[in-house]
């Protein structure tokens, strides 16, 4: 599932050059699009969080994996800018809730797994990222058409999406018995919607993305035009930060169970702003290149474990808590290159790059809030508990804890 959303975007992205120059849009006028594309991902993504809750995690999941490599298609076939802005925003609803839907089922699959796998899955969306723009570049470089690129990859994404759901999971949690299931309502009865954590997770989520989305857009730029490098040279910035960002993922997991999710940040956000900050006052091309290397790396884990706490803070209300933490980081991804812009204006590319490692340090400032307990009452949760490495090793002294909670609850 993580594989065909990652691809979905990283074919759009490929091929926006060939969206430009075949309805000959302006600037302005591609701006525009773009705009309207992040304003249908928001969309779906704060409106699905309601339905996740309500129907399930699976049944809103199926109609937008069916979806997206459709929705992938109508910008291609678009006869003007109109029909190009509807088509954009009905491809960012599909893809949005298709975001917060496919974490909320990871959420409920790592709990029921009973160990980390969020940062692995992520991994698959940075690999569809990498796979779908590779496809839109050989597409592009054989001389074939966006509608053409757009057909194979979304015919393909959505071939893929029936084979896959077939495993999706059903159900929100591990089923438990009426009188477990009373217990755990009577526990969570009046209590509110934690809309402080949720924002301090969103915060998170925002400044991570903010680095992604300026190391995607200004990374070659200023290697380029700062640093007076080879065009081939900055085009390999965002390179290794992908690469190295994969890596941190497929192997993140393995660091969480030994580390947990707090001090897994903290360490994550220091070497990201320690080493990219490094290489960007060392002023040279091949530190800038090792310094974005490092940001990839520190980044990796910061937004799976976001998601995934922000996924266990309320177990009946996990997709509302995805939508609004999804939400914030979406905009730090697609406000964060203007915002690095608008600095460089102010200031110079240099100097405004220097905003980038300032914001891992709040990351890691603020990193406690990953680890805060759920409510008592609920499942154990990845942010939640101590693993090692053969599966799962809960805080004793807390089950005590909450099964005396349950037992005292039952007995009122």
């Given at each position: 599932m993580f594989l065909v959303a990652g691809a979905a975007i990283g074919t759009w992205t490929a091929r926006i050059p060939a969206i430009m120059h075949g309805l000959d849009l302006s600037d302005g006028q591609l701006s525009l699009a773009l705009v309207v594309l992040a304003a249908g991902g928001l969309i779906g993504m704060g409106g699905s969080g309601r339905l996740v809750d309500r129907l399930g995690s699976r049944r809103v999941l199926i109609p937008a994996m069916l979806t997206v490599g459709g929705g992938l298609v109508g910008p291609a076939y678009a006869p003007n800018l109109t029909a190009l802005l509807g088509a954009l925003l009905a491809f960012g609803i599909c893809h949005g809730v298709l975001n917060v839907a496919m974490n909320a089922n990871a959420v409920e699959v790592q709990r029921a797994y009973q160990r980390p796998i969020m940062t692995f899955c992520h991994a698959f969306f940075s690999i569809g990222g990498v796979a779908g723009a590779a496809a839109g570049a050989a597409f592009a470089h054989a001389d074939r058409s966006a509608a053409a690129t757009f057909l194979t990859v979304g015919t393909a994404s959505t071939v893929l999406a029936v084979v896959a759901i077939r495993w999706a999971l059903a159900t929100a949690a591990p089923k438990r018995t009426g009188e477990q299931r009373h217990t755990s309502d009577a526990l969570s009865a009046g209590r509110p919607f934690p809309r402080g954590r949720v924002m301090l997770?969103?915060?998170?989520?925002?400044c991570s993305l903010i680095n992604e989305g300026a190391a995607a857009d200004w990374g070659s730029m200023y290697l380029h035009d700062t640093l007076g490098s080879s065009s081939a040279t900055a085009a390999a910035a965002y390179a290794l930060f992908a690469l190295t960002m994969t890596i941190g993922r497929l192997t993140g997991d393995r660091i969480l169970a030994r580390l947990g999710p707090v001090r897994l940040l903290r360490a994550s956000s220091l070497l990201a702003a320690l080493g990219f900050g490094s290489g960007l006052l060392a002023n040279h091309p091949a530190a800038a290149l090792a310094g974005f290397a490092v940001l990839g790396a520190g980044l990796a884990c910061v937004v799976p474990q976001v998601y995934s706490a922000a996924g266990n803070i309320d177990e009946k209300h996990a997709g509302r808590g995805l939508s609004y933490v999804a939400a914030l980081g979406y905009l730090g991804f697609v406000g964060g290159p203007a915002l690095i812009g608008g600095l460089?204006?102010?200031?110079?590319?240099?100097?405004?790059?220097?905003?980038?490692?300032?914001?891992?340090?709040?990351?890691?400032?603020?990193?406690?809030?990953?680890?805060?307990?759920?409510?008592?009452?609920?499942?154990?949760?990845?942010?939640?508990?101590?693993?090692?490495?053969?599966?799962v090793h809960r805080d004793r002294r807390a089950d005590r804890t909450r099964r005396h909670a349950i037992s005292a609850a039952s007995a009122r």
């Amino acid at each position: 599932m993580f594989l065909v959303a990652g691809a979905a975007i990283g074919t759009w992205t490929a091929r926006i050059p060939a969206i430009m120059h075949g309805l000959d849009l302006s600037d302005g006028q591609l701006s525009l699009a773009l705009v309207v594309l992040a304003a249908g991902g928001l969309i779906g993504m704060g409106g699905s969080g309601r339905l996740v809750d309500r129907l399930g995690s699976r049944r809103v999941l199926i109609p937008a994996m069916l979806t997206v490599g459709g929705g992938l298609v109508g910008p291609a076939y678009a006869p003007n800018l109109t029909a190009l802005l509807g088509a954009l925003l009905a491809f960012g609803i599909c893809h949005g809730v298709l975001n917060v839907a496919m974490n909320a089922n990871a959420v409920e699959v790592q709990r029921a797994y009973q160990r980390p796998i969020m940062t692995f899955c992520h991994a698959f969306f940075s690999i569809g990222g990498v796979a779908g723009a590779a496809a839109g570049a050989a597409f592009a470089h054989a001389d074939r058409s966006a509608a053409a690129t757009f057909l194979t990859v979304g015919t393909a994404s959505t071939v893929l999406a029936v084979v896959a759901i077939r495993w999706a999971l059903a159900t929100a949690a591990p089923k438990r018995t009426g009188e477990q299931r009373h217990t755990s309502d009577a526990l969570s009865a009046g209590r509110p919607f934690p809309r402080g954590r949720v924002m301090l997770l969103g915060l998170l989520a925002f400044c991570s993305l903010i680095n992604e989305g300026a190391a995607a857009d200004w990374g070659s730029m200023y290697l380029h035009d700062t640093l007076g490098s080879s065009s081939a040279t900055a085009a390999a910035a965002y390179a290794l930060f992908a690469l190295t960002m994969t890596i941190g993922r497929l192997t993140g997991d393995r660091i969480l169970a030994r580390l947990g999710p707090v001090r897994l940040l903290r360490a994550s956000s220091l070497l990201a702003a320690l080493g990219f900050g490094s290489g960007l006052l060392a002023n040279h091309p091949a530190a800038a290149l090792a310094g974005f290397a490092v940001l990839g790396a520190g980044l990796a884990c910061v937004v799976p474990q976001v998601y995934s706490a922000a996924g266990n803070i309320d177990e009946k209300h996990a997709g509302r808590g995805l939508s609004y933490v999804a939400a914030l980081g979406y905009l730090g991804f697609v406000g964060g290159p203007a915002l690095i812009g608008g600095l460089a204006n102010l200031l110079d590319l240099a100097r405004a790059m220097l905003f980038l490692p300032a914001l891992m340090l709040i990351i890691g400032s603020l990193a406690r809030v990953v680890g805060q307990r759920q409510s008592a009452g609920t499942q154990p949760l990845a942010a939640d508990a101590k693993y090692s490495r053969p599966g799962v090793h809960r805080d004793r002294r807390a089950d005590r804890t909450r099964r005396h909670a349950i037992s005292a609850a039952s007995a009122r």
